[in-house]
T-cell receptor, first 117, second 108 residues
């Protein structure tokens, strides 16, 4: 079964701690993305990566870091510098951008709900 | 700032009727448009993509695109209670920009 997995489903942390969210895909997609979703707001792009060992900041990258050492994996670290980390975090992937219109279709993992107190 | 606007709802539709969801976008250069369905507490699921003006049908779903008016819509025919969800409009232009979603409730 091809798909995107995120773990854990729920995560609780104390303020001041860094936390890493996992995202793995076996769709053979080149591009991967991290979004956060807050109640009443649209999804906001944190970071994205189009190829291994390369990634770009999205609209709200401050307080987050990522790595892309393998095509299948794109972990997100929420650092203590992120002022409001409590949110629903969504990982997505798509085929390599620029290979036709369907390459822009993004597919989401099940999400990780992070609560920081 | 590129914007995607949706009526937040809630939109209530009787079972079996047609649900009509609307979305406008600000960037005239946008080329790719998507509708996602998101059940409460779950992640978004891609249900329709549309790239050219006109209608695109897939089962009970029809997406409509009018680039001149910067308007994209989603029609759901024969609405079922299982269609009750939040529907997110997304527009691609260098990145995917999402609307805040329309909450749809199908009344049995």
């Amino acid at each position: 079964d091809g798909g995107i997995t995120q773990s854990p489903k729920y995560l609780f942390r104390k303020e001041g701690q860094n936390v890493t969210l996992s995202c793995e895909q076996n769709l053979n997609h080149d591009a991967m993305y991290w979004y956060r979703q807050d109640p009443g707001q649209g999804l906001r792009l944190i970071y994205y990566s189009q190829i291994v060992n390369d990634f770009q900041k999205g609209d709200i990258a401050e307080g987050y870091s990522v790595s892309r050492e393998k095509k299948e994996s794109f972990p997100l670290t929420v650092t203590s510098a992120q002022k409001n980390p409590t949110a629903f975090y969504l990982c997505a992937s798509s085929m390599s951008l620029g290979r036709g219109t369907s390459s822009y279709e993004q597919y989401f993992g099940p999400g990780t709900r992070l609560t920081v107190t | 700032q590129k914007e995607v606007e949706q009526n937040s709802g809630p939109l209530s539709v009787p079972e079996g009727a047609i649900a009509s969801l609307n979305c406008t976008y600000s960037d005239r250069g946008s080329q790719s448009f998507f509708w996602y369905r998101q059940y409460s507490g779950k992640s978004p699921e891609l249900i329709m993509s549309i790239y050219s003006n006109g209608d695109k049908e897939d089962g009970r779903f029809t997406a409509q695109l009018n680039k001149a008016s910067q308007y994209v819509s989603l029609l759901i025919r024969d609405s079922q209670p299982s269609d009750s969800a939040t529907y997110l409009c997304a527009v691609w232009d260098e990145k995917l920009t999402f609307g805040t979603g329309t909450r749809l409730t199908i009344i049995p």
